[in-house]
């Protein structure tokens, strides 16, 4: 089945630095969604984008599809403590006749970002 | 409004004990997905309904785990004769019907059920 290598696992920064984190993927996926779930919570959808290289900001955060449809950046810019969490990627991979595709998100193992004041 | 909502929020359980869990999706919401979470790992897919389509169940990781959704609303998952490795938190997603656009592509997740099993 489809696997998402995200990367780096972890991160250690100070506040104000900017972040950056990825995922790959070995097939060719249509959506790629990026979420933050906080200690005791479930994932907060951050960004979704549907198009190769699409580029797409909500605040302080941009992500990009990649042209190859295979891979995902993330960028947090000034980060700020309230960023610590765990990043997750996920990917919807292209929908295949049989419709088993449908509504199975895959998702990265995640980034953990710790943010020093 | 309201977001997915799940209970109970923590479950400690014998093993070989049966439990179930709830979810109350978004409202206008018409697909559900229940993921599991390992300790550290990321989130691994088990069930999806979408209207009154037979559900997705190739996530289940065994036949003890099944799950139903009533009124198309309303999703419990059911564990039959839990063991250690079933410890986890189980997460439940809502979205719109993917037949509705693109934002059938976002899932939007309740805050999980910590299950532990003893």
């Known amino acids: 089945g489809q696997q998402l290598n995200q990367s780096p696992q972890s991160m250690f920064i100070q506040e104000g630095e900017d972040v950056s984190m990825n995922c790959t993927s070995s097939?060719?996926?249509?959506?790629w969604l990026w979420y933050k779930q906080d200690p005791g919570e479930g994932p907060v959808l951050l960004i979704a984008l549907y198009k190769a290289g699409e580029l797409t900001s909500n605040g302080r955060l941009t992500a990009q599809f990649g042209i190859t449809r295979k891979d995902s950046f993330l960028n947090i810019s000034a980060s700020i403590p309230s960023d610590v969490g765990i990043y997750f990627c996920?990917?919807?991979?292209?929908?295949?006749?049989?419709?088993?595709?449908?509504?199975?998100?895959?998702f990265g193992q995640g980034t953990i970002l710790t943010v020093h004041p | 409004g309201a977001g997915v909502s799940q209970s109970p929020s923590n479950k400690v359980t014998e093993k070989g004990k049966d439990v179930e869990l709830r979810c109350d999706p978004i409202s206008g919401h018409t697909a559900l997905y229940w993921y599991r979470q390992s300790l550290g790992q990321g989130l691994e897919f088990l069930i999806y309904f979408q209207g009154n389509s037979a559900p997705d169940k190739s996530g289940l990781p065994s036949d003890r785990f099944s799950a139903e959704r009533t009124g198309g609303s309303v999703s419990t998952l059911t564990i039959q004769r839990t063991q250690q490795e079933d410890s986890a938190v189980y997460l439940c997603?809502?979205?719109?019907?993917?037949?509705?656009?693109?934002?059938?592509?976002?899932?939007?997740f309740g805050p999980g059920t910590r299950l532990t099993v003893t």
């Open positions: 097939s060719i996926f249509n959506t």
């Open positions: 996920a990917g919807q991979p292209l929908f295949n006749a049989g419709g088993t595709s449908y509504g199975k998100l895959t």
């Open positions: 997603a809502s979205s719109f019907a993917l037949s509705g656009g693109l934002s059938g592509y976002e899932q939007y």
